[in-house]
């Protein structure tokens, strides 16, 4: 059924667009009933032609949920450049009686549990650090953005953000059933002490109810209880309260099992002069692949806080990556309208642009080629990865639309590049707002890319 639907859709639009062409085949589609409780902004533009093709509310103030990330990654990847990097590094004083270690971090939303063994590992065994001193001077303490829903937390898309984020600052909970009226089988990583697990769970017990895996968030406690029927294998991630905390727990426990014994920690920048132990340095291109291949919030924002760290001075605020974009938009791009950008994910509620203002950094980074690249390798392409990797699949735009999705309550868009028949590369940008049944707009928005393409 789904296959003759597309079909039949296919020479409706072959007959359409030979009638009235792709203006008169966007009108027909914006006459969809979607739209009568409902607002869409379109905008599209031909970067081979260099003319607008076609636009819709395009100056019309949207929230642009996750498609703000491809924004700040074009921003992040001009001004910082392709070649930059950001490091977690590990330092190492040696007095005559004593060994202290500095632990500095700058954001890495990337680092791993296995990263940080090939760091404990270059500290070496059985030996004594006096003081482990822990540098997260990097930002300031405020671990969520401006506009963020309080109530968004525990789950893995709105991390306590800090300088130092292990595992994206979350610990992956899996849970399988056991016998029945048994408990289920409960299993973390990483492993550590920093938090616990409540396993109140049974399992194949129907009155027990649906499994749920929460932590105890209202309260910022980091005890993580799983509750309900357990009937197959399943699991959950979920964000830690101080993950800078989190970091340097699982550090110690990590020294200690290779008898390196820590005794203490301070959370300051040492005076002391340090030698290099190790270094990670994560390149810039991975977080951008990350924050739009798998619209990963952390790996934005991080994008957005080393931005601000081009100011010079620390530790850095939010609010300083932010007016770093907003700068960048007012200069390059001559933004005429009154727009507001709170945070680097579209998380916030704050945030808001056109899409005309999305269209001319889509044009903006078309015209650099170096960050262009980088952004067409990270973008979803539909039919085959990321979350664009369930849609248009088997139609004439899979593998023909590389686009950033971008999905809230009350929101669903849609930006980045299509390559149309003629072999012309189109930019364009889709924001649905207030559709209550992303699924429907998600349909149409596929409608919108298949016409791109013809």
């Known amino acids: 059924m789904r296959f003759l639907t597309t079909v039949i859709f296919s020479l409706f639009v072959s007959v359409f ?27 599209v533009y031909d970067l081979d032609d260099d003319t607008l093709v076609y636009a819709h509310r395009s100056a019309k103030m949207c929230r642009p949920a996750s498609v703000l990330k491809l924004l700040t990654a074009g921003v992040a990847l001009e001004r910082l ?14 007095g005559a009686d004593f060994r202290n270690l500095l632990l500095k971090g700058e954001m890495d939303p990337l680092f791993s549990e296995q990263e940080l063994d090939a760091m404990v590992a270059s500290v070496g065994d059985s030996s004594v650090v006096d003081t482990l001193f822990v540098d997260c001077s990097f930002m300031d303490s405020v671990y969520w953005g401006p506009g963020w829903s309080w109530d968004d937390t525990p789950w893995e898309f709105q991390p306590y953000m800090s300088p130092l984020m292990l595992n994206g600052g979350c610990v992956d909970v899996s849970v399988k059933p056991s016998a029945r009226g048994a408990q289920p089988v409960v299993e973390c990583r990483p492993v550590s002490s920093y938090y616990s697990v409540a396993n ?18 209202l309260d910022n406690s980091n ?3 799983v509750r309900g029927n357990c009937v197959g294998a399943c699991g959950e991630r979920m964000n830690l309260f101080r993950s800078e905390r989190f970091f340097v727990t699982v550090m110690c426990e990590k020294l200690a099992a290779r008898g390196v014994s820590v005794g203490n920690v301070v959370y300051a920048a040492s005076p002391d002069t340090f030698e290099l132990l190790h270094c990670k340095q994560r390149s810039i291109l991975e977080v951008v692949d990350e924050a739009l291949k798998e619209s990963n919030n952390l790996c934005a924002e991080a994008l957005t806080f080393h ?9 850095v605020a939010h609010k300083d990556g932010t007016n770093i974009i907003k700068g960048f938009l007012d200069y390059n791009l001559r933004m005429p309208e009154k727009y507001e950008i709170a945070d680097g994910s579209g998380l916030s ?18 015209g650099n080629s170096a960050v262009y690249e980088a952004v067409l390798r990270g973008l ?23 686009a950033k999705t971008g999905t809230v309550s009350g929101i669903c868009t849609l930006a980045g590049y299509a390559e149309a028949r003629n072999g012309h590369t189109l930019a364009f940008v889709i924001f649905n707002q207030n559709i209550m049944a992303p699924k429907l707009a998600r349909r149409w928005q596929n409608k919108v890319c298949e016409l791109l393409c013809r």
Do not use: N
């Open 81 to 94: 450049g392709v070649e930059y990097s950001i490091c977690t590094s590990l330092g190492v004083s040696r």
């Open 223 to 225: 005890v993580i209880r």
């Open 17 to 43: 667009l030979s009638a009235q062409g792709f203006k008169g085949a966007m009108d027909s589609l914006l006459c969809d009933e979607l739209f009568t409780d409902s607002d869409v902004s379109v905008a």
């Open 349 to 366: 509620l704050y945030t808001y642009i056109s899409a005309d203002i999305m269209l001319q950094m889509l044009r903006r980074i078309y």
């Open 200 to 217: 109140e769970a049974v399992s194949h017990d129907a009155s027990c109810g649906k499994l749920t895996i929460l932590r105890d968030w």
């Open 307 to 315: 931005l601000g760290a081009l100011y010079g001075h620390r530790p």
């Open 380 to 402: 979803p392409v539909a039919g085959w990865t990321g979350t664009l990797k369930g849609r248009m699949a088997g139609t004439v735009a899979e593998r023909k639309i590389r």
